[in-house]
């Protein structure tokens, strides 16, 4: 929950009676070691889009994921071009992005 309070992607507003909610929930998850010690504890915070209805509260979204053959082929080229290989993982990425739309969750 820190890096939503901190990039301030939330403003706490009146109901508003004109307008549909897209509810919400938090998934809890337990990340484990190798021999079963709790590493760390995870959360997510999700909104629940497919109770969106068109023409009223929903729009297209896109979220981005890598399928195994685009690796692989990546990989593949890599080995015959001699490119070096980086690993790169974003946290929060999609909070780093604007929206224009009021969304009421």
Known sequence: MTPLVEKNVWEVVPRPT???MVSSI????????TYGS????KAIFVAKGFYKVEGINYD?????VV???????ILALSVQM????????????LLNDMIEEKVYI
């Open 26 to 33: 938090w998934i809890y998850k337990v990340k484990k070691a």
């Open 60 to 64: 297209e979204t896109f979220f981005p």
């Open 38 to 41: 709790v590493e760390k504890h």
């Open 18 to 20: 004109d307008k549909s």
């Open 67 to 73: 399928r195994y053959l685009s690796i692989r082929s």
């Open 82 to 93: 001699g490119w070096k290989i980086h690993h790169m993982d974003v946290k929060t990425t």
